[in-house]
């Protein structure tokens, strides 16, 4: 297999990485939910979290060169074989409610390439955008299974696409007010940048903002079709890591000088659109144009983004685990090494969870943020696995041979320690709706026109931690019956 797969260059790993985890539409979001303080909260997180994160990851790489599947590798070494299996799986399930928000978003962006509007408004557009969606995501799969020359290629087109959207949009959005003199569309001031509003709402976008800086460890599972191999893959991880933050921090100060907070609040469908639209007439360009540039660029960031997350968690989960928990039909790995049975798997359990959404949930910018809380909520879990794994390496395999770690062993345990804390409460948080709203309903009853069910919201969010995470451990008990007890000990047993 090592002979036939291809290499990538680190610049195609750069741009895979920026695919991983930038995306200016998050920027939209965060800006649309809580204004101008997501400038600092873009900034706590990559110090606080994505920084240490990335060297967290690039120690666990350095530990595992030859490694196929990446996560479940890291996982495994330091909490056994059952807690990796759980954290990939985890990893796996909770990208299936990440493309229930990333292929609607998708769907938008090329409805204002080609049509110049977003055509999925009105009653039934939560219902039509859901069936495109699941068409398009089969065509994903069916990249995916092609292997990494094939999601290279994508990724480097939507890296490309995203540097541009993200940086030129700073440089115009300053060149609007420093050089032709226009006033900012919001007011740069402690109480609206730096005093946030502390509710419920914040503490739900914290979780948005946790996961748009995430996602870096994902691409380990390409360590080894990197040119280079570890030394190249810690350089080019933390050095995306630093520039990523920087940019989600400058585009957040963008967004308040071009577009108004009335125009911006809870406006996740076109939000993105306005503010390129404000930004070209300040340079005389029709906003026909403008929305259709930018629709283009963002339908191909979007594609990346989808080709590559349709691919890398099955590629952590099926791999390498055991063939006996799930089956040889769904571990089974083409040439280059990509489980396709369970890639198509994967597509049948997100055409299910595209159409639930859909019949529970009104307006198609409330279907969206729905969406978006549940995958923010979900996106924590294998992170905690990962921390977990990250504090007992430091704290029992310090000495476990790598060419690279965060600091002293003290340094390592209180970093992942603090992070660990931080991920426990912000994942609680984003996984329950407003308890006033939920309290609200209730006592009355009543759900505001386009606004989501809070109990639905409730039930949608906890029911699928709990189905998905249950189902897993219940096919590693059984596993374990059949082997006659623990795995962990029934592999040493046998020698192996």
């Known amino acids: 297999m090592s002979e036939t797969r291809g290499k990538m260059k680190p610049i195609s790993f750069l741009l895979m990485t920026f695919t991983a985890v930038f995306s200016f539409g998050t920027i939209i979001n965060a800006s649309a939910s809580i204004g101008m303080a997501a400038v600092p909260t873009f900034l706590f997180a990559t110090i606080f979290y994505f920084f240490p994160f990335t060297l967290m990851i690039g120690e666990f790489a350095a530990a595992h060169g030859d490694s196929e599947s990446g996560v479940y590798s890291w996982i495994r070494t ?11 799986w985890s990893y796996f399930f909770v990208n299936l409610f990440f493309f229930t ?13 080609f049509l110049g509007r977003n055509i999925f408004g009105g009653a039934n557009g939560t219902v039509i955008i859901s069936l495109l969606s699941i068409a398009l995501f089969w065509l994903a799969t069916y ?35 420093f050089l032709l003199g226009e006033k900012p569309a919001q007011h740069f001031t402690t109480e609206t940048v730096v005093t946030a509003n502390m509710n419920w709402n914040y503490l739900t976008t914290l979780a948005w903002v946790l996961q748009a800086v995430g996602g870096a460890e994902a691409v380990g599972v390409y360590v080894k079709d990197i040119k280079g191999g570890n030394k190249s893959f810690l350089k080019t991880i933390v050095g995306a890591a630093l520039a990523i933050g920087i940019i989600y921090a400058l585009g957040a100060v963008a967004v308040g000088m071009i577009l108004p907070a009335e ?17 070209g007439a300040h340079f005389g360009i029709s906003s026909g144009i403008v929305i259709r540039i930018v629709g283009f660029i963002m339908m191909l960031s979007s594609v990346g983004s989808l080709v590559l997350w349709t691919a890398a968690p099955v590629k952590i989960l099926f791999s390498e685990i055991p063939e006996g928990i799930f089956g ?64 007992m390496m430091r704290v029992k395999l310090d000495e476990l041979p790598r060419s690279f770690k965060m600091g002293s062993r003290k340094v390592g345990i209180a970093v992942g320690v603090m992070l660990l804390v ?4 912000a994942f609680i948080v984003s996984i329950l709706p407003s308890p006033a709203a939920l309290m609200a309903y209730f006592q009355t009853g009543y759900v505001a026109e386009g606004a989501a069910n809070p109990l639905f919201t409730l039930l949608y969010n906890a029911l699928g931690v709990i189905i998905f995470v ?25 020698g192996k």
């Open 101 to 113: 928000s990333l292929l609607p978003q998708t769907l938008i962006y090329a409805s204002y390439t």
């Open 328 to 391: 040889k039909w769904v571990s089974k790995t083409n040439e280059e090494g990509n489980p396709t049975n369970a890639l198509l798997l994967q597509g049948a359990i997100v055409t299910i969870l595209m159409i639930i959404p859909a019949l529970g949930v009104g307006s198609i910018d409330t279907f969206l943020k729905t969406l978006i809380n549940m995958t923010a909520a979900t996106s924590l879990i294998p992170v905690l696995f990962l921390l977990l794994a990250y504090i």
């Open 470 to 494: 249950g189902f897993a451990y219940v096919c590693y008990a059984n596993y374990e019956k059949k082997l006659g007890g623990d795995y962990s000990e029934t592999v040493k047993k046998m």
């Open 422 to 425: 931080f991920f426990l409460f």
């Open 78 to 88: 330091a909490l056994g074989e059952k807690m990796a299996f759980l954290g990939s």
């Open 143 to 177: 990249v995916s299974i092609k292997g990494v020359g094939w999601i290279s290629k994508v990724t480097d087109l939507s890296g490309i696409a995203r540097l541009l959207m993200g940086i030129g949009f700073i440089i115009l959005a300053l060149a609007v007010v």
């Open 263 to 279: 125009t911006l609040q809870d406006n996740y469908s076109n939000a993105l659109f306005d503010a390129f639209g404000i930004l």
